[in-house]
């Protein structure tokens, strides 16, 4: 089981995790796991669907890139479709609540969900952990520490770390009483800035949308 520091850059993860576990941090892969309706880009959908599209992996905060929102992906060569690119993938859309729940040995110790004000998440607020996703069995047993970011009950991405919008001090002594007395959590304040808003879909949960006006995204202001 990987013991990694529970706040800690996903770019300064990535090299300290054994390669046959590094796929968690390829978002395609991992819907495919999940068993989504998903594929690369390049690759058409086996009917009309709503989508998202962003990036397979990224470690400078993993919402960089952005979520940029189809309706009825239609059935065309998809390099038509703006902002299809190299890289990326798409994957059935899923509405609800984004939830954000941390995990100590597979077990739930965290669940918020992300409130918005204007264009931006501004903060998590504690919702139970009966509420909480539960990590299926093909991610048990890698990390003791893990986190994963769910849209409806359906989770998007994970990482073997917990977010530090969901920290809790007992978590910080816990691993420096048990693993590493020395280790020292960032501060600066800047992990998990992501280059996108969000607004908030009267229905229920969240899209992503970029500055770029050339991206669609299925709600808009």
């Given amino acids: 089981m990987i013991t990694l520091p529970p706040y800690i850059y996903d770019y300064d993860i990535y090299p300290l995790v054994p390669q046959a576990d590094r796929w968690v941090f390829n978002k395609l ?3 495919e796991r999940l068993g989504y309706q998903c594929g690369p880009i390049g690759v058409r959908p086996g009917a009309q669907l ?3 599209v962003r990036p397979m992996v990224n470690m400078g ?4 890139g952005g979520f940029f929102q189809y309706d009825d992906w239609p059935f065309v060569a998809v390099d038509v479709v703006p902002n299809a690119n190299p890289g990326y993938f798409w994957c059935e859309w899923f509405d609800g609540d984004h939830n954000f729940t941390s995990f100590i040995d597979d077990v739930a110790v965290y669940n918020g969900v ?3 004000a204007g264009p931006k998440i501004v903060y998590v607020e504690d919702i139970p952990l009966n509420d909480a996703v539960v990590l299926p069995a093909f991610l048990q047993g890698l990390s003791k520490y893990m986190y994963a970011e769910s849209l409806g009950g359906k989770i998007i991405e994970v990482s073997f770390r917990h977010s530090p919008i969901t920290m809790r001090q007992s978590v910080i002594d816990d691993y420096q009483a048990n693993v590493d007395s020395t280790w020292i959590p960032p ?3 800047i992990f998990g800035i992501a ?3 969000q607004v908030a879909d009267p229905a229920g949960g969240f ?3 970029s500055d770029e006006t050339t991206r669609r995204p299925l709600v808009q202001n």
């Fill in 29 to 31: 892969i991992l819907a």
């Fill in 187 to 189: 501060t600066d304040g």
């Fill in 195 to 197: 280059d996108m808003e």
């Fill in 207 to 209: 899209h992503w949308i």
């Fill in 114 to 116: 992300g409130k918005v």
């Fill in 61 to 64: 905060g993993m919402g960089r």
């Fill in 50 to 52: 709503n989508v998202c």
